[in-house]
Structure formats: C-alpha cells, structure tokens
C-alpha cells in the first residue's frame, strides 16, 4: 500500500475543491488550477466535515499503486500553490552579471554580447529585489519550477570560478584548473 498515497490532503480555508468526472479543480486565494486524472486508475473522495480529501485506488496492479501515490502529491502541491504559493530564488554569480525585472519581462546580463530576455508566462511572476538574484514565484509548482530551469539553463554555473546562474543554496562543485610550476619539466 502506497504510504504517500494514504495520506489524506487536508484542505486550508478558503480553498475549494471540485471533482468532475476526470478532472479534479482547486480554487484559492492565489489562484485556480485544474488538471485532468486518469478516471480508471484513482478516484477522490471529499470529506466536507472533516475538510480532507482522500485518494483511492480501484486495484493493487502496479500502474494503480504508482498513480495512488503520485496523484495525491500532485493535489496536495496544487492545494498548497493556489494557499501559499511556490517561490524559487536564483543567484547570479560573476562580475558584470545582472538581471532585471520589468513587469512580466526579465532581462539578464551575463557575458553574452546582447541580453537575454525572458518573457513571464500567464500565473508567474518575477522580481528582482538586487540585480543579482531573482525570485520566480507561481501557485503551479511544476511551471516555477521549470521557468527557473529555463533560466538558470542560459548559464550554467561553471566549475572552475563558480560564474553563472545558480539555484539558492546550490552548491557548485570546484575544480582546480590547470597548475602551474608542476614536475617534469
């Protein structure tokens, strides 16, 4: 039995949660998400009086006891993105590296003879509070996620100065380079 997957989603105030035939819609205060289920695989099941939703499975086939789990992490991350919002923080590390933050429109200055902008899509928002870091913030986890992966993919942190465009908190591994004044001359 799939641990994350009997794990009841409890449901904060002020979220609603519709179910349809094989769709599931979570309505918030930061947004609203929607997303389509496989009907024969799990079904939902709300609970009003103690405000939980519990996944179920038809069956204990492999492909059922795989989507018992996932679906349920795929709901409780849309019940916790249109509550609380997801946010991801990158930071720019190299001397002239920048970006900026005009509305939907990002613009980064990192080494490249023109700048690098990148259009918001519908549901994100960016903002840059110092040139050099930048937050990405959404109620869709996959979308925040994958724009910072877009971002960060321009550059790379590179290994041997650390330059370039990195996740909060990430830790780039160093290289020595070349050494000089070696044996065997």
Known sequence: M???????????????????KDKITVKGPKGTLEREYPADKVAFELDEANKVLVVKRFDDSKPSRAFHGLWRALVNN???????????????????????????????????SHPVEFEMPPGLEVQTPAPTQIII??????????????????????????????????????????SFGSAGS
Not at 2 to 20: D, F, H, L, Y
Not at 94 to 109: C, D, E, N, P, S
Not at 164 to 174: F, H, L, M, S, W
């Open 137 to 178: 913030a959404g109620c869709d986890k996959q979308a925040v996620g994958q724009m910072a992966a877009n971002i960060r993919a321009v550059r790379p942190p590179e290994p041997y100065k650390g330059k370039g465009i990195r996740y909060q908190g990430e830790y780039v591994r160093r290289l020595a380079g070349k």
């Open 2 to 20: 799939s641990r994350i997957g009997k794990k009841p989603i409890p449901i904060p105030a002020g979220v609603e949660i519709t179910v349809g």
């Open 78 to 112: 849309m019940v916790i993105g249109v509550s609380e919002g997801f946010k991801k923080v990158l930071e720019i590390v190299g001397t002239g590296y920048r970006a900026q933050a005009r509305g939907k429109k990002l613009t980064l200055q990192i080494g490249f």
